[in-house]
C-alpha cells in the first residue's frame, strides 16, 4: 500500500513519518505540510519526496497518514476519502460533529477503509486489558483520569499547539479517556455532568449503556509532579486497574497502520474507524457545550 504523511509537526516527526518508514507493508510515498520548508526537511530525513501540492500526494498514493490539527484533518480526509484514498487518522477526528460527521460520511461512501488512532487501543498491555474487561460483566462504575503538563512544564514540544490551547484537555486527552471505557462500558448515553477545575481541567460523569457511570478527569496543566494517567473499574468482578504501557508512540502507530491494511483488504471495518471517531466527537460536543453552560 503506497501511503503518504499529511502534516509536519512535532507527532508527524517523533511518531507518524518513523512507523511509515518502518511498516513492512507500507510504501512511504512523501509528505505534504502547509509549510513547504517543513516537509522538504521531514522529508529529507527519510528519503522520500516533498509534495507542494496536497491533490498531487493524493495521485499518487493509495492511502494517507494525517499529523494535522483537527479542523484541518477533517477537511483533508473527506478529500482523500472522495479521492478513494484510505485514511489513517489522529484524534480528535474533528473540531465540531458536523466536520466530524463529514469524514465518516465520505469514508463511507467511497468505501475507503479509516482508522483513527487512539493510542491505548493499539498499545500491547492496554489493548489487552480493554478486551478483558469488556468481556466482563457487571462493572459498576469507573474512573478515569488523563492529566498531562503541556502547558506547565515549559519544553513539551506541543505547548506551542494553538488548538491545544483553543480546545484545552476535553479535546486533546479526551479522546483517550472514552477510546478506552467506551468499549468495556457502553455507550455513553447521557453527560450527566460537566465542571470546570484549574486551569483547563474539566471534570466529566457519563453514564454508560451497560449500567455502569463514571467520572473522567482531563487536564494539560496539572502539576508535573501530578501528571499521569489511571483508569479503574470496580463491579461485581472486584477492582482492576489499566495498565502502564512502556512503549513509545511509534510501535502502537504500527498496530494501527497494520489495522489500516487488514480493514482495506477485507472490507471489514475497524472499531477505531471514522464511524467511531465521529461518535467519540459527539460526546466531547456535549461536554463542552454543558461547560459552556452558565452555573445556576
Given at each position: 500500500?503506497?501511503?503518504?504523511?499529511?502534516?509536519?509537526?512535532?507527532?508527524a516527526q517523533?511518531?507518524?513519518?518513523?512507523?511509515?518508514?518502518?511498516?513492512?507493508?507500507?510504501?512511504?510515498?512523501?509528505?505534504?505540510?502547509?509549510?513547504?520548508d517543513?516537509?522538504?526537511?521531514?522529508?529529507?530525513?527519510?528519503?522520500?519526496?516533498a509534495?507542494?501540492?496536497v491533490?498531487?500526494?493524493?495521485?499518487d498514493?493509495?492511502?494517507?497518514?494525517?499529523a494535522l490539527?483537527?479542523?484541518?484533518?477533517?477537511?483533508l480526509?473527506?478529500?482523500a476519502?472522495?479521492?478513494?484514498?484510505?485514511?489513517?487518522?489522529d484524534k480528535?477526528?474533528?473540531?465540531?460533529?458536523?466536520?466530524?460527521?463529514?469524514?465518516?460520511?465520505?469514508a463511507?461512501?467511497?468505501?475507503?477503509?479509516?482508522v483513527?488512532?487512539?493510542?491505548?487501543?493499539?498499545?500491547?498491555e492496554?489493548?489487552?486489558?480493554?478486551?478483558?474487561?469488556?468481556?466482563?460483566?457487571?462493572?459498576?462504575?469507573?474512573?478515569?483520569?488523563?492529566?498531562?503538563s503541556?502547558?506547565?512544564?515549559?519544553?513539551?514540544?506541543?505547548?506551542?499547539?494553538?488548538?491545544?490551547?483553543e480546545?484545552?484537555?476535553?479535546?486533546?486527552?479526551?479522546?483517550?479517556?472514552l477510546?478506552?471505557?467506551?468499549p468495556?462500558?457502553?455507550d455513553?448515553?447521557?453527560?450527566?455532568a460537566?465542571?470546570?477545575?484549574?486551569?483547563?481541567?474539566?471534570?466529566?460523569?457519563?453514564?454508560?449503556?451497560?449500567?455502569?457511570?463514571?467520572?473522567?478527569?482531563?487536564?494539560?496543566?496539572?502539576?508535573?509532579?501530578?501528571?499521569?494517567?489511571?483508569?479503574?473499574?470496580?463491579?461485581?468482578a472486584?477492582?482492576?486497574?489499566?495498565?502502564?504501557?512502556?512503549?513509545?508512540?511509534?510501535?502502537?502507530?504500527?498496530?494501527?497502520?497494520?489495522?489500516?491494511v487488514?480493514?482495506a483488504g477485507?472490507?471489514?471495518?475497524?472499531?477505531?474507524?471514522?464511524?467511531?471517531?465521529?461518535?467519540?466527537?459527539e460526546i466531547?460536543?456535549?461536554?463542552e457545550?454543558?461547560?459552556?453552560?452558565?452555573?445556576?
Open positions: 500500500m503506497r501511503i503518504g504523511l499529511l502534516g509536519t509537526g512535532p507527532w517523533m511518531a507518524h513519518a518513523p512507523a511509515l518508514a518502518e511498516h513492512g507493508k507500507l510504501d512511504f510515498v512523501g509528505v505534504w505540510g502547509r509549510r513547504p517543513a516537509a522538504k526537511e521531514l522529508a529529507g530525513q527519510h528519503g522520500v519526496r509534495y507542494d501540492d491533490d498531487a500526494l493524493l495521485a498514493v493509495d492511502a494517507v497518514a494525517v490539527p483537527p479542523r484541518v484533518q477533517a477537511e480526509a473527506v478529500r476519502a472522495r479521492a478513494g484514498r484510505h485514511l489513517l487518522l480528535p477526528l474533528a473540531a465540531t460533529v458536523a466536520e466530524a460527521r463529514a469524514v465518516a460520511e465520505a463511507r461512501e467511497a468505501r475507503v477503509a479509516s483513527v488512532f487512539f493510542t491505548a487501543r493499539f498499545q500491547t492496554t489493548a489487552a486489558w480493554i478486551a478483558g474487561q469488556a468481556a466482563t460483566e457487571g462493572w459498576f462504575t469507573a474512573r478515569a483520569q488523563w492529566l498531562g503541556v502547558f506547565t512544564t515549559g519544553d513539551s514540544p506541543f505547548a506551542a499547539s494553538a488548538w491545544r490551547r480546545k484545552g484537555a476535553l479535546w486533546d486527552v479526551g479522546p483517550h479517556a477510546s478506552v471505557l467506551l468495556v462500558l457502553g455513553a448515553l447521557r453527560v450527566s460537566a465542571v470546570h477545575g484549574p486551569g483547563d481541567t474539566v471534570h466529566l460523569v457519563l453514564d454508560h449503556a451497560g449500567g455502569a457511570s463514571s467520572t473522567v478527569t482531563l487536564s494539560l496543566t496539572a502539576p508535573p509532579a501530578a501528571a499521569g494517567t489511571g483508569v479503574e473499574l470496580r463491579g461485581a472486584g477492582v482492576t486497574q489499566l495498565p502502564q504501557s512502556a512503549e513509545g508512540a511509534v510501535p502502537p502507530l504500527l498496530r494501527a497502520a497494520d489495522a489500516l487488514r480493514s477485507t472490507g471489514r471495518p475497524h472499531p477505531c474507524d471514522a464511524s467511531f471517531g465521529l461518535r467519540v466527537t466531547l460536543a456535549e461536554a457545550r454543558l461547560l459552556a453552560e452558565p452555573i445556576g
